[in-house]
């Protein structure tokens, strides 16, 4: 089995990997308001090895703030994906920033299983600020090269409680991209801070200790 999942890292072309359907991301194809030469055609593919792509592959400082969604805190929504090739599964987080990429707080971590089911329910906290803001979907896979894979969707955030910028969520997991972390190959990531909002799949359960300690 752990050949097949091998060989689908291989050939990433041919399979398209994972990506963020709803909310739409910068340049996705599945936002109908994109015309075809404002699509990224590759949007499954990884960060850069080097971090020089991350956040959100540059998307947010290259393209026109248009809202593709917009959340009411305390409320919850669905997030969707899309692909085939799950690479065994793995570790996903959903995070917010409301600071245009300089910082991401994770709002629902998915520790081992992600991303074997296609949609989950994550829940905008009362104490995120009223705004723009950025929802980023992030994925550790399992088998493969060590990559971070990264989606983001602009959208705007009303009725929250707080007017602070700096709310007190778990910062978002980063690895794979140059800073020194790096996720272990075959074994599901554990993240350090997962925040209050978390499912367990695969192997991984609440007593699972970090996995990368970074």
Known sequence: MRLIYLLLAACPSAFGHI??????????KFDPENKSNDVD??????????????????????????ATANYT???????????SATHGGGSCQISLSVDNGTSFQVIKSIMGGCPLTQS???TIP???PSGKGLLAWTWFNLFGNREMYMN?????ITGSTSRLSNHILPKM????????????????????????DVIYGGKITAGSPPVPKC
């Open 173 to 196: 997991f980063e690895a794979n991209i140059g800073n020194g972390c790096k996720t272990v190959e075959g074994r599901e990531t554990v993240f350090t801070s997962p925040g209050n």
């Open 41 to 66: 055609y590759s949007m499954t593919t990884p960060l850069n090895a080097d971090g020089s792509n991350f956040p959100c592959k540059g998307y947010h400082h290259t393209k026109t703030f248009r």
């Open 19 to 28: 990506e963020m359907r709803k909310p739409y991301p910068f340049k996705s």
């Open 126 to 128: 009362d104490t995120v």
């Open 120 to 122: 989950y329910i994550f």
């Open 152 to 156: 983001c969707a602009p959208v705007i």
């Open 73 to 83: 805190a305390g409320h919850s929504y669905s997030l969707e994906l899309a692909g």
